[in-house]
């Protein structure tokens, strides 16, 4: 069964770096989404792309983040400047049509020193 | 807004024995509703979903669930559990009906700890 897989599964950078968290959708998905999970907290939405824009995001997704589409593959999320507060597991998911169940990858977990 | 409420944050349950999972959520639309499982170190898996139809949906590995309307409510159940099903569970719900977006409100988790 196809799966929507992450990279890395563990990233530890310092506060104040920038980070890239990548995710590979399944193939014939057309939307696309980010969420967190700090721990011992409820997953919580960044963030839906679809069609190489963003169709809606949190008040948690602010300037410091950004996603992009780069290829036909992947799907990113960006942090711009990390800080403490950022560390969390970090979810993708993909979803064939709207309204069908959005499939996770296994998430990154995210560690800022 | 909506909202959605796991009851429990941990269900420990003796294998063989019934074991149901509470949700209640609360929206001023209608809503889709899921059931998705996470074992240690992976990602969600969806157990089960109610779009629309029959109210009670059965989903992988012998779990089901009920949507009651009147109660907000869509409970997870299984008649037998298993070791291996010992597992952190998550309820959610999305509005995608009623607007043009399919996010996931999530409830906090019920963490099942099964027991031989």
């Known amino acids: 069964e196809p799966e929507v897989t992450q990279t890395p599964s563990h990233q530890v950078t310092q506060m104040g770096q920038e980070v890239i968290l990548r995710c590979v959708p399944i193939?014939?998905?057309?939307?696309f989404y980010w969420y967190r999970q700090i721990l011992g907290q409820k997953v919580e939405f960044l963030v839906s792309?679809?069609?190489?824009?963003?169709?809606?995001k949190s008040e948690i997704f602010d300037d410091q983040f950004s996603v992009e589409r780069p290829d036909g593959s992947n799907f990113t999320l960006k942090i711009r400047s990390t800080k403490l507060e950022d560390s969390a597991m970090y979810f993708c998911?993909?979803?064939?049509?709207?309204?069908?169940?959005?499939?996770f990858g296994d998430g990154t977990r995210l560690s800022i020193l | 807004a909506q909202s959605v409420t796991q009851l429990d944050s941990q269900v420990p349950v003796f294998e063989e024995a019934p074991v149901e999972l509470r949700c209640n959520y609360s929206?001023?639309?209608?809503?889709?509703l899921f059931w998705y499982v996470q074992y240690p170190n992976q990602g969600l898996q969806l157990l089960l979903k109610?779009?629309?139809?029959?109210?009670l949906v059965k989903g992988i590995n012998g779990f089901e669930a009920e949507f009651n309307k009147s109660q907000t409510s869509f409970h997870l159940r299984k008649p037998s559990v298993h070791i291996s099903d010992t597992a952190e569970y998550f309820c959610?719900?999305?509005?995608?009906?009623?607007?043009?977006?399919?996010?996931?409100?999530f409830g906090g988790g019920t963490r099942l700890m099964v027991k031989p």
């Open positions: 792309f679809y069609n190489n824009e963003i169709s809606e």
């Open positions: 109610y779009l629309s139809g029959s109210t």
């Open positions: 929206s001023s639309v209608s809503v889709y």
């Open positions: 998911a993909s979803e064939r049509a709207r309204g069908q169940p959005q499939h």
């Open positions: 959610a719900v999305s509005n995608f009906p009623n607007n043009a977006g399919n996010m996931l409100t």
């Open positions: 193939s014939n998905h057309l939307y």
